[in-house]
């Protein structure tokens, strides 16, 4: 018994440091920086004017590509086989909570608001629903919000589902759209409430999770850089080092202002060198402090590779 225990309370913490990692990181999204005007767009005002004998509507949101950004935040907290999906982090918060009869129901009317706005049982249990005909055949269709929305997020955004689009097409994007902006606000307001909860529980001793889930940066705050570096250069097929910290193999040369730059390729975008001879296989550059390889680009250089570190706070060893 005691085992079983231990397992479910490690994959609960597993659940809640994953959520807690995920929702940091869609509190930082540029919508949640006006929490008033993102929980506005939960539930969006229509205007409405009067003009020759016709009804007019109109609705602000914010730029499509704005909203796309945060739907793709949002994304692993709707989908049931992350360990940060929502009612995963609530159900762990549930057991948690057991002894705690106030949190106890609180995360129960959480969970329940979370099915209701973000999985209704069935249509009638959605926001509202669209109908559209086509004067010309006679078709008719007519769709619910909840399904329009989702239609908008699988099919137009994070993945190209081929139902949803079928679905979802006879009203148009702007409409998928509009549906979707409240389901995904109310879900970011919903996260980052969700986290707080659990910051608060933490703060009282009620969990005990990892503390860097709440120090790790999660998001990137300006995407220009400049800090100290090491560079070095040596022909294609030079032997690599074995690691960051090891001693260059024989063959690599440090770069500095005084190296002959014109038979180096271009470094991050930027063409610091003049073409030469056709070489008939580069290597790109390496990164190796970042996540990620860069792509090869093609050119008239002659076959030399780059190596590039950082050594924050150290020296390179020689």
Wanted: hydrophobic fraction near 40%; charged fraction near 25%; proline fraction near 7%.
């Amino acid at each position: 018994m005691a085992r079983d225990q231990t397992e479910i309370e490690q994959r609960n913490r597993q659940c809640l440091e994953a959520f807690v990692v995920r929702a940091r990181r869609v509190a930082e999204h540029s919508l949640a920086d006006d929490w008033e005007k993102l929980v506005a767009l939960i539930d969006p005002k229509i205007g409405v004017r009067f003009e020759n004998g016709e009804v007019w509507i109109r609705q602000e949101l914010p730029a499509e590509e704005v909203v796309e950004s945060a739907a793709a935040r949002i994304r692993p907290i709707l989908l049931t086989a992350e360990d940060c999906f929502h009612m995963k982090a609530l159900k762990a918060l549930g057991y948690a909570c057991l002894e705690l009869p106030r949190d106890a129901e609180q995360i129960r009317v959480m969970r329940a608001e979370w099915k209701m706005r973000v999985d209704p049982a069935t249509p009638l249990d959605s926001a509202y629903r669209v109908l559209v005909a086509n004067t010309t055949t006679g078709e008719e269709h007519d769709l619910d919000a909840h399904r329009l929305a989702m239609s908008w997020i699988y099919g137009d955004v994070v993945h190209h589902d081929t139902e949803r689009r079928k679905e979802g097409d006879p009203f148009g994007l702007r409409d998928r759209f509009r549906a979707a902006v409240p389901l995904v606000a109310w879900t970011m307001v919903a996260t980052v409430e969700l986290l707080n909860y659990i910051e608060a529980l933490c703060k009282d001793g009620v969990l005990h999770l990892q503390p860097e889930v709440f120090d790790a940066q999660v998001a990137l705050k300006s995407t220009v850089w400049e800090e100290p570096a090491q560079m070095f250069a040596a022909p294609v097929g030079t032997e690599m080092p074995s690691g960051a910290t090891a001693s260059l193999p024989e063959g690599w040369l440090p770069v500095g202002k005084d190296t002959d730059l014109s038979h180096l390729k271009s470094i991050f975008g930027t063409q610091l060198l003049h073409p030469t001879t056709a070489a008939p296989e580069t290597t790109p550059l390496s990164e190796h402090s970042d996540a990620g390889q860069p792509e090869s680009v093609g050119t008239t250089l002659r076959p030399f590779t780059g190596l590039y570190n950082r050594w924050p706070g150290t020296d390179r060893p020689s």
